[in-house]
């Protein structure tokens, strides 16, 4: 999106009192004064969007100083502000139910509508067309291949073939998302670049795949897998290859979990290593020395910050490592679990499906625990496919005690690395 830019008035911190700041941008903190060599003030920028138009705003903040050579310094400051309907709001749940009832679509956090009586291998989701409606992207396996279900109202034959896996992202910073498939080692990695036109990846098949921007660039970056031997790769900005590590993962997922821009790598390097972080791409920390059954990242608490939630196995259970500091106990035991913004309010939602007897259930804005459905799944994705927004509280949701047999009692041991 191309906005306008609004240049505001010059500011001295020794004599901000008496200069009319913009008013989307407001400083807190010890503002006149002065530092001794080596020390340090902490000033607060607040920025509030309210009212604004669509465009980036900036201002800068000037600092004196006593250096002849650098008598002021100019601190840059720069509001985007954002259309409301291209933020990404995952607020619809398809699922797949298996067979002989197939996909349905539970919408806006109100509706269910069938998609497909057939089952699915493995389903996505992603924008292919940047209309701010997200395509469900559907393998139906060998005798079908790939299907897209566009805008919510019509299928599209993407490919004949089934593929290993997918993946998606917007790894050329367009607005259209990307699909990234592995079709085995017959044919490699291909990319389905906007909407339009296949591009080879790589002439390998990998073990795993995941997306994200861990470099702040505003481009989907791809993290593979290539496995022993060859390890684990980035396709940085849809341009160059750079290797992560030698050494091949039980499985990865990305998030933003220091909340800055830049999304985290997180990897399971198996039960010799544990789980660790590459923090901003730019240095390893470790998380824990237990090797989990899965992972998913989610900002569940409206921190900013993505939460990581880890099924740890029997006897451990499912933990949340809430805003990269904390554990805290989630659930005993699931089949699988999906991140999504059901009711648009700033805080992911959980959606567990936990198998039968207990079937589906929505941890909604981690504090209150609601039913969505009876059945257990076999898939399933989040993502905005019809492009409306939710109903804030779910006509068809109302608050349960979860079963106590799905609580979680256990105690996480201290990591040993």
């Known amino acids: 999106m191309a906005g306008r830019t609004v240049t505001g008035g010059r500011l001295n911190l020794n004599t901000l009192m008496e200069i009319a700041l913009p008013p989307w941008i407001e400083l807190e903190g010890e503002l006149s004064g002065e530092i001794p060599p080596g020390g340090s003030v902490e000033l607060t920028v607040r920025l509030d969007a309210t009212g604004l138009m669509v465009g980036d705003y900036t201002v800068d903040i000037n600092v004196d100083s006593n250096d002849p050579a650098n008598p002021e310094i100019a601190v840059p400051v720069t509001l985007h502000v954002l259309e409301p309907s291209v933020l990404p709001f995952k607020n619809d749940v398809i699922i797949d139910f298996g067979p002989p009832t197939g996909i349905y679509a539970y919408l806006n956090n109100d509706s269910w509508t069938s998609l497909h009586s057939l089952s699915a291998e493995s389903m ?17 396996g060998p005798s079908y291949g ?36 592995d079709f085995g080692p017959s044919y490699g990695i291909w990319l389905w670049m906007n909407n339009s036109a296949w591009v080879q990846l790589h002439t390998l098949s990998p073990e795993s795949m995941v997306t994200g921007d861990i470099d702040d660039s505003g481009q989907d970056d791809v993290i593979i897998d290539f496995g022993p031997g060859s390890g684990i790769w980035l396709w940085m900005n849809n341009s160059a290859w750079e290797k992560l590590h030698s050494l091949s993962s039980e499985s990865m997922v990305t998030g933003d979990l220091d909340g800055n821009g830049q999304d985290e790598v997180i990897i399971d390097f198996g039960p010799s290593y544990g789980i660790w972080l590459r923090v901003n791409n730019s240095s390893w920390l470790a998380l824990h020395s237990l090797s989990p059954e899965s992972m998913i990242t989610g900002d569940i608490d409206g921190g900013g910050q993505d939460d990581v939630i880890i099924d740890f196995g029997d006897p451990y259970g499912f933990w949340v490592r809430m805003n990269n500091s904390s554990w805290v106990p989630f659930i005993s035991s699931a089949e699988f679990m999906v991140i999504g913004e059901l009711d648009r309010n700033g805080q992911d939602d959980v959606i567990i499906s936990f198998g039968a007897p207990f079937g589906i259930w929505v941890m909604m804005n981690n504090s209150n625990w609601v039913k969505l459905h009876n059945y257990p799944a076999l898939h399933m994705v989040t993502g905005n496919i019809d492009g409306l927004p939710s109903v804030a509280a779910g006509t068809a949701m109302r608050s349960l005690m979860l079963p106590p047999e799905l609580e979680n009692t256990a105690s996480l041991p201290k990591a040993e690395f």
């Open 124 to 140: 996505v989701t992603g924008d292919l067309d940047n209309n701010g409606q997200d395509e469900v992207i559907i393998d139906f």
């Open 146 to 181: 790939i299907w897209l279900w566009m805008n919510n109202s019509a299928w599209d034959q993407l490919h004949t073939l089934s593929p290993e896996s997918m993946v998606t992202g917007d790894i050329d910073d367009n607005g259209q998302d990307e699909v990234i498939i």
